[in-house]
């Protein structure tokens, strides 16, 4: 989809490329390490704080949903905002949102106030369109040069920050959780993360020179927000007790969910200036970068609690798990994140040498080939982390991709839209995946028990390995724009 009116937009503010190439870089690649680090401290607690907090693994889940419908609320609004008025006036705002939510993440002592900590802390999927934002924009004005080619090495490099952060994370916490012997005290890793970040990227982040001028369309942002949640909370509580799939309860919240969401559409198609401009889902590969995206997330985010759970989870006493304390399922975790990392890395130079389509397509199998060994070799340990790390270079190709073709499908002036719209869809994905999830943990935990049953993480690895081969098929759908002649983006 090409928009040759995109660089029309009225310019304001200071030259972006007065601010140094280096400070952008170490700034941005600063607050994806908040970011990772935000996301992935609390894996390597789970186990303990089922003792801590008093609930069950399937209570834990709900850490990612809440997490994740938090993030579908705040990132449209948060991209269209800095898209509208700076990128880095809003990400300020944005960071001390999270920062808010570490705070309270760190003081909690019940489920309660953890959960509502990490409905803030959901608004750190602003900072990717955020940043991709400043990025755009700057190597639009010249302060990096290289067009296309230079824009997607640089969204790469903010993913394998994105999942630095996250493996930092992970060990920083395992270890002051093993150091003081407790959980409580690793909750605050987060907010000294986001403190930091915030305190270096406030002065050094550039603005953006390029604001297109208009206002935000609460009312469309409105109605988008409560149908997914809605449809969020249907899928997640669905088949839990009382909330049966065939319940009153449940199939009226889905049913306001798909119509809330259907009439958002309608408001959209005749708004001036929409939150989300649905005209672009007529375009064919629009349609299966999105699907694409739901897949992987699916798995990604659905497995989020289940792996580290499992990890922790003595043989001895439950007949299945590997047994490892916080700190070294932290360092299990690594494999998965540091191939994450790799497979961002080398996603642009597989796409040039070959097609976005084949990277596409890699990225889910490789998924599905990973989990299909988790699978059939949980009881061993190497080949079980093994599969993690091929997993994890498949979501490297997918994070990289289906974020770049997000940008390149949208004009200048709406950048971070461009990549909110595919932050969005990762998190509704990911809250399909974590909610599949919580049912069948929920069906497969024995009553006045904590842990469910092996077979809880065999159905779930079983349904990832599938929507990942789903993801394979609709990638061999992309066309390639220039193979047609025309951006069917």
Known sequence: MTHPDAQDAPTLGPAIHATPAAAVIASVALVELSSGITQGFLSPLLRGLTDTLGVSAADLNWISIANLLASVAFTPVLSRMGDLYGHRRVLRWNLAIVLLGSVLVGLSRSFGTLLAGQILQGAFAGFFPLLVGILRNRARDGGDGGGEGESR???SLMVAALVGGIALGLVASGFVAEAVDGPTAALWVPAVATGLALAVSWPLLPESAHRPGGRIDWAGGLLLCLGLVALMLGLGLGGTPGW??????TLAVLTVGVLVTALWVGVELRTAEPMIDVRMFRHRNVVIVSLVTLTFTFGMIGLQVANPVFMGTSPAEHGYGLGLDPFATGLAMLPNMLSLALGALLAPAVAAAFTD???LVCGSLLMAAGYLVSLTCHTHQALFLAGTAVAGLGTGFLQHSTRTLAVESVPHERTSVGSGINE??????GSIGAAAVLT?????????????????????WTLCTAVALAGAALGLLYRSPHATGRSSR
């Open 244 to 249: 049966e799939w065939t319940s009153a309860r």
């Open 440 to 460: 069948v943990f929920a069906a497969r935990t024995p009553a006045g028990q904590a842990l469910p049953e092996l077979g809880a993480y065999t159905v779930s």
């Open 357 to 359: 389509r084949l990277t």
């Open 153 to 155: 090495r640089g969204i």
């Open 424 to 429: 969005l869809l990762i998190n509704v994905g």
